[in-house]
């Protein structure tokens, strides 16, 4: 599940995530994003931070207790790139921080990466 | 400039100079931060986005259906990135204040926030430049585009109501945002939780005005920022929609 409210950013990705065959949803806010997961059940998550409404560090323990006992990845895809901004993603309950512009082969090797250990 | 004291010794002079020095720096370092963020969010975003549609053309045949789509799309967020660095470039630096004054100045701040948010706003103006001093006007505009931002990012609106309004001692000039988001518990809120409320107010007190809030969860978010000014010669309101 990719959540940005940026929709060029939501849409390209997934467009380039469903040619590698990846079943992808988006959701473009916080709170959109938790009804998305109920139906879905993502197996990993990108998310940004500065999202309307509910924020991604406010989403993040959201989506883990949603998810109860099962695995979830969440990773914060962020332009906050200083190291307290990784520091609040990772305590936010975040498992990663990727910082923007993100490129199509960082995104694709994350994505692989993230599958293999599933 | 702080109020100043005209029975003042020397060491109270040289209090005021280093708090004013402290407060310059502490707003160059915040406008920094902001603008770092906004290259970051802005940018960071758009570039993406444009990473993946060329991406995605880089894996399909030049004639392959959907190329020409996606060709329409790249070039479309390229426009988006060169519309961004005109309205960062803006920001920096708002030449609006300079060429048009206050008023319009915030007129078509108010109209651009409205057309890329989608969220209906509308400004009530007074008739005639208000005779505000040059660092207050641009400290009003910086406020504005602060508590526009929070409009955006926080208050989840679907209007907001802008004034720029004479206060009735005639010496102080009110600058109300007003929004119809879900609102908070304004009176248990604690100012540190948010660095740009708390840097309006403090820089509000810093120019001898002063900024009120009020709010409640479900009622919206109303912000008063009043600064003084020069002299009151301003006359009766006209309000007018920002939105085209």
């Not at chain 2, 119809?180 to 009176?187: H, I, L």
Request: net charge negative; glycine share 6%; aromatic share 4%.
């Amino acid at each position: 599940m990719l959540v940005d409210d940026n929709d060029d950013a939501s849409t390209s990705m997934a467009e380039l995530l469903s040619l590698y065959g990846h079943e992808v949803r988006t959701a473009a806010s916080g709170a959109l994003a938790l009804e998305v997961a109920a139906q879905f059940n993502p197996q990993l998550v990108l998310s940004d931070i500065g999202l309307p409404g509910m924020d991604g560090y406010q989403l993040a323990p959201a989506l883990r207790r949603m998810a109860g006992g099962n695995r979830v990845v969440l990773a914060a895809v962020t332009g906050y790139g200083q190291s307290s901004d990784r520091e609040r993603a990772l305590n936010a309950g975040f498992d990663h921080h990727l910082i923007k512009p993100l490129t199509a082969d960082a995104l694709l090797e994350f994505i692989n990466e993230q599958v293999d250990l599933h | 400039m702080l109020p100043t004291d005209d029975s003042a010794g020397p060491e109270s002079e040289i209090t005021r100079l280093r708090a004013m020095l402290a407060h310059a720096e502490e707003v160059r370092e915040i406008e920094k931060l902001q603008l770092a963020r906004e290259l970051h969010n802005d940018f960071g975003s758009a570039l993406t986005a444009l990473a993946m549609r060329l991406a995605i053309l880089s894996r399909q045949s030049a004639d392959a259906p959907g190329a020409a789509d996606q060709w329409t799309k790249a070039n479309a967020i390229l426009a988006t990135l060169a519309q961004t660095a005109r309205r960062i470039q803006s920001d920096l630096r708002p030449g609006a204040l300079d060429v048009v004054g206050l008023k319009l100045a915030l007129q078509e701040y108010l109209t651009d926030f409205s057309e890329r948010h989608a969220i209906d706003a509308s400004i009530s103006l007074p008739e005639q430049e208000p005779p505000l001093a040059r660092e207050h006007a641009v400290a009003l505009f910086r406020m504005f585009q602060q508590l526009l931002a929070n409009v955006r990012l926080h208050a989840s609106a679907r209007q907001v109501r802008v004034a720029l309004m004479l206060e009735p001692d005639g010496r102080s000039l009110c600058l109300s945002v007003a929004d119809d988001g879900m609102g908070f518990a304004a009176a248990a809120y604690d100012l540190d939780r948010s660095h740009g409320l708390r840097h309006i107010a403090e820089r509000a007190a810093f120019l001898g005005g002063s900024m009120q809030i009020d709010s409640a969860a479900g009622r919206g978010t109303s912000v008063r920022v009043v600064l003084p000014i020069a002299s009151s010669n301003i006359t009766t309101d006209s309000t007018k929609s920002a939105a085209p």
